[in-house]
């Protein structure tokens, strides 16, 4: 299955881009969601970061706290890799059954992380939505709940921008406007079709 894997900081609007790309019919497999699948109540994972962490990691109703979890690990990059080591292989596992099972002609991993981990071997190709770090922290503090020395040390943990764009085979500038989105979204999309046919 030709992949794409899709990535940028936190705040550029790697949301948006995939909405835009899932209108066209290409089928999107989420990172952040596989994560927080491998994690979900009950699971070996949860059980795994509630006694490293207590009974104060989940919620009144069993979930995990993410937004605690978030705070905890950001602040310490020590705990950061014990996550890290605990999920990545299970989040690994879990796309590789996702792309397995794709029915478009190609299919999207979206993934922050696509740079800093080893998701960046399950991919053909990489594309970046890229913002500058001053609209990554506005978009982020509007939209998260988190305060802003949570979303810079959150910024500092991923890839940086200029590593970020060297390692790009595509970039969208996410800076513009929607019109101009939708026609650089449908270019690549184009692109990646024909790139898939070309596989088969």
């Not at 790309?21 to 497999?29: C, P, R």
């Not at 994690?39 to 069993?62: F, N, Q």
């Not at 910024?155 to 590593?163: G, H, N």
Request: net charge negative; proline share 2%; hydrophobic share 40%.
């Amino acid at each position: 299955m030709y992949t794409v894997g899709l990535t940028g900081g936190i705040g550029s609007g790697k949301s948006t881009v995939t909405r835009k790309f899932a209108a066209l019919g290409v089928e999107i497999i989420d990172a952040d969601v596989v994560a927080r699948e491998v994690v979900r109540a009950p699971s070996a994972a949860l059980e795994a970061i509630r006694t490293r962490y207590g009974d104060r990691i989940l919620t009144a109703g069993g979930a995990l706290d993410r937004s605690l979890l978030r705070k905890l690990v950001f602040a310490d990059s020590a705990e950061r890799a014990w996550l890290e080591g605990l999920l990545h292989p299970l989040i690994d596992e879990r796309i590789r059954q996702e792309i397995a099972a794709c029915e478009t002609p190609y299919c999207i991993l979206v993934s922050p992380l696509l740079l800093e981990t080893s998701q960046r071997r399950l991919v053909d190709r990489v594309l970046v939505v890229d913002v500058s770090r001053e609209t990554q922290l506005q978009r982020s503090l509007l939209r998260d709940q988190s305060d802003r020395a949570t979303i810079e040390a959150i910024i500092d943990a991923q890839a940086d921008r200029k590593q970020r764009l060297r390692t790009a085979d595509d970039v969208i500038d996410n800076e513009g406007g929607e019109s101009a989105l939708d026609v650089r979204v449908r270019e690549l999309h184009e692109r990646y079709s024909s790139a898939a046919k070309t596989r088969e």
